[in-house]
């Protein structure tokens, strides 16, 4: 059974950088047999889609917001996914989570629906 567990999430001011971490625990041949999906979720909102990369890293997808600023990356010889996220704004605010899909390896996919198995989420905090 495989788990993700997301990590580096913090307090920080606008315009830094900071990357979170998705680090999956189980079999690693499985590793490289999801896509993977980053969300957010901010207070009082529904959670909404990131980006998403490939399960073998080939193709990226990103919401408009995250064009340009974030980038999403795994390496398959530590089982970790990441999220670099450069140039932070306020509204980026939010519990980030991780999310793996199983059924659909390639092309894009937003829906939260579409992913099986999620992390427990890590803080963002973006002060002005």
């Known amino acids: 059974q495989v788990r993700l567990v997301e990590s580096g999430g913090g307090l920080v001011q606008a315009g830094d950088s900071l990357r979170l971490s998705c680090t999956a625990s189980?079999?690693?041949?499985?590793?490289?047999?999801?896509?993977m999906g980053w969300f957010r979720q901010a207070p009082g909102q529904e959670r909404e889609f990131v980006a998403r990369?490939?399960?073998?890293?080939?193709?990226?997808y990103y919401t408009d917001s995250a064009k340009g600023r974030f980038t999403v990356s795994r390496d398959f010889a530590k089982s970790t996914g990441y999220l670099q996220m450069s140039n932070l704004k306020p509204e980026d605010t939010a519990v980030y989570y991780c999310a793996a899909d199983r059924t659909r390896m390639d092309g894009p996919a937003a829906a939260a629906g579409e992913y099986q198995l999620w992390g427990q989420g890590t803080q963002v905090t973006v002060s002005s």
């Open positions: 189980g079999p690693v041949y499985t590793f490289g047999q999801y896509a």
């Open positions: 990369i490939t399960w073998n890293g080939g193709n990226t």
